[in-house]
């Protein structure tokens, strides 16, 4: 059997995704994971694949915008490859303009949209009246405006890691439990690898942020957009179910287990969208997800070990930049063309 020229060692969104970039130019790769695929953060239940506002235009944004732009054609043809359904939708997202007051801005940002987002998606501030605008959720907010954006999507996160796995299991790339490195390395492990790298440089790189979330029953359209409303994210998924979330926790016990700190976020799902009131809860969960001191992903090549790459850091946005990040890695990795923002690199997090 030939040796893989890329060993991916974490088997998360960042880990898949890079792993499928490689193997679609022809590398051979082999992917490692003592607890296998998508056990990590990337094994969450939320989905969001949402853009930052229209404003204070950067490279992260950008980067995110791009990513947001490929994700269809990513993960249609993931899906191709492994016949499994990530759950992808460009579904776009609903957000209540909460007062009149908040009504300038949320129009500035539309102007701003209408430049930056170069005509590929728009925000817009529409009338709640406006036949469609709530798309199922039944808002009635006091201004009687809701910003709409056409950028926003959605995929099940569970779901996506398995439909990576089977298209890359179809490509011929293994997925171990261990194996010892061969070629370039890849370091996409997440928070213990944020951990790792830490004490390896004895500078604090990133931690852990724990989150929890929750899956409600609704009956909402499957084509239903995501909803933004006093600070929570609620995802309906191609499954009728609505997702909720999430929190986050710099201090906590239990990094894996849910607590009292979930239900106030159900309740504030219930009291913003009557029509879940009653919908039962089928599903908690809490785990950490890997943020880097920079607040951005940390891409770069690792310090004084040719032939090693980082992959970090995708904290709450992992999974929309996901395409592009697996685009720049790749080009790095395979072709050596260096395109990481320096947002994005090491020293950002130093």
Known sequence: MAMPEVTIRGAGIFGLSIAWACVQRGARVAVVDPTGPGTGASGGVVGALAPHVPENWNTKKAFQFESLLAAEA??????????????????????PVPDAASLP???????????????HAVWEVLP????????????????????????????????????L???LTERGVPIHAEAPDQGAVVWATGTEGLAHLSETLGRAIGQGIKGQAAVLDADLPPDAPQLFVDGLHLV??????????????????APFATDDLLEPLIAAARDAVPMLAEAPVLQRWAGLRPRARSRAPLLDVWPDRPGHFI??????????????VAQVMADLILDGRDGIPEAFRLSASL
Request: cysteine-free; glycine content about 14%; charged content about 20%.
């Open 74 to 95: 990513f993960w249609s043809q993931v899906e191709a490859t492994g016949g499994v359904s990530s759950g992808y939708g460009r579904t776009g997202r609903v957000q």
């Open 105 to 119: 801005l949320a129009r500035a940002r539309a102007e701003n949209a209408n430049e930056l987002w170069q005509g």
């Open 128 to 163: 709640v009246e406006t036949a469609g605008a709530t798309s199922g959720w039944g808002l009635s907010p006091a201004s009687g405006w809701l910003i709409r954006d056409t950028l926003s999507a959605r995929l099940h996160p569970a779901r996506a890691m398995a439909s």
């Open 165 to 167: 796995v089977a298209a």
């Open 236 to 253: 309906p998924h191609h499954d009728g179910r609505v997702a909720i979330g999430s929190t986050s926790e710099r201090d906590f016990e």
């Open 311 to 324: 992959a970090n850091g995708g904290f709450k946005i992992g999974f929309g930049m996901a395409p592009k």
